[in-house]
């Protein structure tokens, strides 16, 4: 990559220096910020796609409003890269040994500018109009300002917080920045409508934000700056609800990023190096689950792979969404419905699979314990990338075991390799008994094992090495540390019992019960949050006995980019803490 160049960009260190540039000055400060974040984010990984697309509507926004006195919402806020640039932040794009200093999301931790630590979506509109009614209460006269993209208006809460806004009767701006996408192509009416006001210049007669009862302002050219001034100055200090539809190119100014948008939403470090390389095959737990799913469709089962707007999470990429025609379904970001769509075509005698990351399942808790469990229909969801890890706070995948465990009806499957997950997800398409849900592995994809179980006999964990005085239950992931564990205690002269549970929603009570008679300690590991998760379960068992029970996993906290070395160390998931707490009991 080149350097940066930074002429203007040097002499912007707040909104107040941007208010001083000629537009000329505006559109060079541009080029240079494009340029830091496409460095940038070659080399750690990031959001790539949204924040090319709104570098000069955040010129011009910081130009009009008087941020942080004027309130700035980023919806998801993985388009804020330009806003923490022109707000005090820019040595985190400029710097290379600072690039890790600042979180990819807003964080108010790091600045007033930002107001919340938002990484989900569909949320900037409702935080808006809350901020908006707290103004109004207080008696302020500051102006509230919502950004949401990227197909964020599909999410549920965005209609709801639609639905209120309109009734405020005061300031709110609601900036709809229309980029004809979210991560792969928009789907649905949402995405029509948008793309009929965008193709008659926002003369559409049926308008959606009109007929809500916000006054509507359209403008193509979403990288004009001096336009967007012109704009955003008229609706500065309305004294009603607005809504400025922007027309937008995602990746603009990175010619690769305009044309294939899908595969540059998010990039990993050093893709950028790569273009002209070939891509090479590879296969991963998405390949494995779209290739299975794909091969029920040609057997004729009428099966359907769903998402809710991350298909390239789950491996549903663009020539599997082509082969499969009608079996496929992107539900826009909307896990509620996703999850009661799921259940409504289980009950008609469809096979649903929906697939979502595991940050994004605790959406729709609701949905999971009245629309699907409650009602008992047999959907299969699939939760990747659940697990302790050092992502940011907005982002952490270790609240699914105790969300998901602990409601009646549905099972919960931690399977710990390739084979046992294939075999789970057979079983669950092809029962009609209960909502399954499977923790897709992080781990053991090249496992040879061939696995049997008859998944059908609910919980009933496998004891893969029999032992004495010590038990050791991994769940899921974390088998591979348990195994690990036992390595290391064997090395000490203990055998410990080797045990693969399974179920993270119920006991073996009867091996449970059997272990009392031979070992003195038993000892859980989760790839997850502890309270409430399935190692309190087993301890809850034994609460009345003489067994000892030592649980491992995640503390009930927010972590925030805290390497993993250090998680685990403080959480003691190491083969050696485990086996020097096992070693002290026993003496």
């Known amino acids: ?86 707000t005090g932040r820019k040595e985190g ?136 001034i012109d704009l955003f100055n008229r609706v500065k200090d309305t004294d009603h609800p607005v809504v400025i539809h922007m027309h937008t190119i995602k990746g603009k100014g990175f010619e690769p990023a305009e044309k294939d948008r899908e595969p540059f939403h998010w990039i990993v470090p050093g893709e950028l190096d790569r273009l002209n390389e070939e891509k090479q095959p590879y296969v991963d737990y998405g390949t494995l689950t779209a290739d299975y799913i794909e091969k029920k469709v040609n057997e004729g089962l009428p099966i359907i792979a769903m998402s809710p707007a991350t298909p390239a999470v789950s491996g549903f990429f663009p020539p599997f969404r082509e082969r499969v025609g009608k079996h496929y379904i992107d539900l826009g970001i909307a896990e509620q ?73 549905l099972v919960y499957l931690c399977p710990t390799n390739k084979s046992e997950y294939l075999r789970m997800l057979d079983w669950s398409v092809n029962q009609n008994e209960y909502p399954v849900v499977i923790r897709v592995p992080m781990v053991g994809l090249d496992s040879e094992e061939v696995d049997s179980t008859d998944y059908s006999v609910l919980n009933k964990f496998k004891v893969t090495q029999k032992g004495e005085k010590v038990a050791i239950l991994g769940l899921g992931n974390s088998f591979d540390l348990a195994k690990k564990v036992q390595s290391k205690l064997k090395e000490n002269g203990i055998n410990p019992t080797l045990i693969n549970p399974i179920y993270a929603t119920g006991l073996d009570k009867d091996l449970l019960e059997s272990l009392k008679s031979d070992h003195k300690l038993v000892i859980t590991i989760e790839d997850g949050e502890l309270d409430g998760g399935f190692g309190e379960k087993v301890t809850r068992f034994y609460g009345t006995s003489e067994m000892k029970v030592l649980n491992y996993g995640s503390f009930k906290e927010f972590t925030d980019r805290t390497p993993m070395d250090e998680l685990e160390k403080r959480y003691r998931l190491t083969p050696e803490l485990i086996s020097e707490d096992v070693r002290n009991i026993l003496k």
Not at 20 to 32: F, G, Q
Not at 179 to 185: F, G, K, L, M, R
Not at 205 to 223: C, R, T, V
């Open 1 to 86: 990559m080149t350097e940066t160049l930074t002429k203007v960009l040097d002499k912007v260190n707040s909104p107040d220096d941007v208010k001083k540039l000629s537009v000329e000055e505006m559109y060079t400060l541009a080029d240079e910020m494009r340029s830091a974040i496409i460095k940038k984010v070659n080399t750690t990984g990031g959001h790539f796609g949204p924040n090319l697309g709104m570098v000069e509507a955040t010129i011009a926004l910081h130009y009009v409003f008087n941020s942080p006195v004027d309130k700035i919402v980023f919806d998801v806020s993985h388009q804020c890269y330009p806003h923490k640039i022109l």
């Open 93 to 228: 794009f400029l710097n290379p040994d600072l690039y890790l200093k600042y979180t990819g999301y807003t964080a108010p931790e790091e600045t007033d500018h930002d107001q919340f630590k938002v990484g989900h979506t569909s949320t900037s509109i409702s935080l808006a109009t809350g901020l908006a009614k707290g103004r109004d209460l207080v008696g302020g006269k500051e102006n509230v300002i919502a950004v949401i993209g990227d197909g964020s208006l599909t999410g549920g809460e965005a209609l709801e917080g639609l639905n209120i806004g309109a009734t405020l009767g005061s300031n709110l701006i609601i900036i709809v920045n229309d980029n004809d996408q979210s991560i792969a192509p928009n789907q649905g009416g949402i995405c029509e409508h948008l793309t009929k006001l965008r193709n008659s210049n926002g003369e559409y007669k049926d308008n959606l934000f009109k007929s809500f009862g916000y006054e509507y302002h359209y403008i193509d050219e979403g990288h004009d700056i001096q336009k967007l």
């Open 337 to 409: 419905h996703a999850v009661a769509m799921a259940s409504g075509i289980a009950k008609r005698g469809g096979k649903p699979v929906l697939a979502v990351m595991s940050s994004f399942i605790q959406r729709a808790y609701d949905q999971l314990s009245q629309d699907l469990a409650l009602n008992k229909t047999p959907a299969t969801i699939l939760i990747f990338w659940g697990g302790i890890t050092g992502a940011d706070a907005t982002h952490l995948t270790t609240f699914d075991i105790p969300l998901i465990s602990n409601i009646p009806n």
